[in-house]
């Protein structure tokens, strides 16, 4: 499985911005897509995540509100819509797959990764 994550960017504060990771290869083995990020000087961490159906969701609690997950199975694209960005917003968002079906959020859980889009919001 490839992840291609695309639609970084340089973002205002207060302003919008949509991420999307497109998946390709043995996707048929994917259920929970995600999404973490990782701050200069910081551990990577969890952003979001989505089971292969759509309708369960989790996420970060500095995003809840602002930050919507999504998918598109037709596509085998997840989408990140990031609202109301903040500076603390700012890092390398990377996407990723895991096989099992429930949702999870650490790193180690996840098997596939993407290569990473920038993300910087500026205040």
């Known amino acids: 499985v490839q992840l291609q994550a695309s639609g970084g960017g340089l973002v205002r504060a207060w302003e919008s911005l949509r991420l999307s990771c497109a998946a390709s290869?043995?996707?048929?083995?994917?259920?929970?897509m995600a999404w973490f990020r990782q701050a200069p000087g910081k551990e990577r961490e969890f952003v979001a995540a989505?089971?292969?159906?759509?309708?369960?969701?989790e996420y970060e609690d500095s995003v809840k509100g602002r930050f919507t997950i999504s998918r598109d199975n037709a596509k085998n694209t997840v989408y990140l819509q990031m609202n109301n960005s903040k500076s603390e917003d700012t890092a390398v968002y990377y996407c990723?797959?895991?096989?099992?079906?429930?949702?999870?959020?650490?790193?180690?859980?996840?098997?596939?990764w993407g290569q990473g889009t920038l993300v910087t919001v500026s205040s």
């Open positions: 989505v089971n292969r159906s759509g309708v369960r969701k």
């Open positions: 990723a797959a895991r096989r099992h079906t429930y949702l999870a959020i650490c790193v180690s859980d996840h098997n596939h």
């Open positions: 290869g043995r996707t048929v083995s994917i259920s929970v």
